[in-house]
């Protein structure tokens, strides 16, 4: 990653850590409240989880991280806002599904993204992939997914849960610097010149 984009991503991380900082600090309030006041804390904790919910989807849009939450008993679905944008799925009229998100996978890459999510629902152990999203209008999207098994006391999987991370600005941003780079050498050879840096 060239250094602009790793700057950019490093401030955005950093901003999502404060963010979860803040969240922190308002739930260690409410509970040192103790039951004290127990209806201004319970107003206070409603507040602090409305401010949270709020605060991570503003996150997720930040950087462009989708969330999502499959519920292997019921076979529920969740996406988070995000995640319904990376998608290009409309929430209103869309519900979200297993199925809905593999339409959306590249044909060339959904084979080798659904043997990857089998593998991580079988071993518990889920693999990050990386793949393509194809979009009705034909725009192509970049992704990376992850995932976390979480099982029962007895040991059973009852969810996985896990990100997607549109990866289409930052391919976008490489692109770009890749073809600076190409056109400064070119220039630099037909002017027969070259640079150095102190």
């Known amino acids: 990653m ?21 969240v922190a600090e308002l739930q260690r309030r409410s509970a040192q409240r103790g039951e004290e006041g127990k209806t201004r804390a319970q107003q206070e904790v409603a507040v602090s989880v409305s401010t949270r919910e709020a605060l991570l989807v503003e996150a997720e849009r930040i950087v462009h991280v989708g969330s999502w939450v499959w519920d292997v008993g019921s076979g529920d679905v969740f996406w988070s806002d995000e995640l319904y944008r990376i998608l290009g799925y409309d929430p209103e009229r869309e519900p979200a599904t297993a199925e809905r ?28 992939v990386e793949y393509r999203i194809a979009l009705p209008d034909g725009q192509l999207r970049y992704a990376t997914m992850s995932g976390a098994m979480l099982f029962d006391d007895r040991g059973q999987l009852r969810r996985i849960v896990g990100t997607v991370r549109d990866l289409s600005e930052e391919r976008a941003l490489q692109r770009q610097m890749r073809l600076s780079l190409e056109l400064l050498e070119e220039a630099q050879t037909i002017a027969q010149m070259g640079s150095w840096t102190f």
């Open 101 to 128: 998100f593999f339409e959306r996978v590249l044909p060339d890459d959904r084979e080798r993204v659904r043997r990857a999510s089998a593998a991580g629902a079988s071993t518990g152990v889920a693999e990050q």
């Open 2 to 22: 060239e250094p602009d984009a790793t700057d950019e991503l490093t401030s955005l991380r950093r901003e999502v850590q404060l963010l979860r900082q803040r």
